[in-house]
């Protein structure tokens, strides 16, 4: 059993900072690429930011040099770094990775979600 939780949403300001975490737990043999996506309401998800096993990045199109992505391989975890965070980027910020598990095949998993809410 694999599994991916969230922390870090929550309210801010437009101008704010906020710090996502995902910690990826279970019978993990090894983690391939992991990632950030968003979904705002009415709105399809989107890739935020992504981060392979060696530290290559991809980041949307959106986000300019606002965000910043980071992981622990020894800790299973990935971090997403938000800063100049506008009203637009409020959303559902969800937590993916590309993960084998010990004895089994690569498999995309999902976290939760966790609210990430940009209003004065």
């Known amino acids: 059993q694999v599994q991916l939780v969230e922390s870090g949403g929550g309210l801010v300001q437009p101008g704010g900072s906020l710090r996502l975490s995902c910690a990826a737990s279970?019978?993990?043999?090894?983690?391939?690429?992991m990632g950030w996506y968003r979904q705002a309401p009415g709105e399809q998800r989107e890739l935020v930011a992504r981060?392979?096993?060696?530290?290559?990045?991809n980041y949307g199109d959106f986000v300019k040099g606002r965000f910043t992505i980071s992981r622990d391989n020894a800790q299973n975890t990935v971090s997403l770094q938000m800063a100049s965070l506008k009203p637009e980027d409020t959303a559902v910020y969800y937590c993916?990775?590309?993960?084998?598990?010990?004895?089994?095949?690569?498999?995309?998993?999902w976290g939760q979600g966790t609210q990430v809410t940009v209003s004065a």
């Open positions: 981060i392979s096993r060696d530290g290559s990045t």
């Open positions: 279970g019978s993990i043999f090894r983690i391939d690429e």
């Open positions: 993916n990775a590309h993960i084998r598990a010990r004895g089994g095949f690569t498999l995309g998993y």
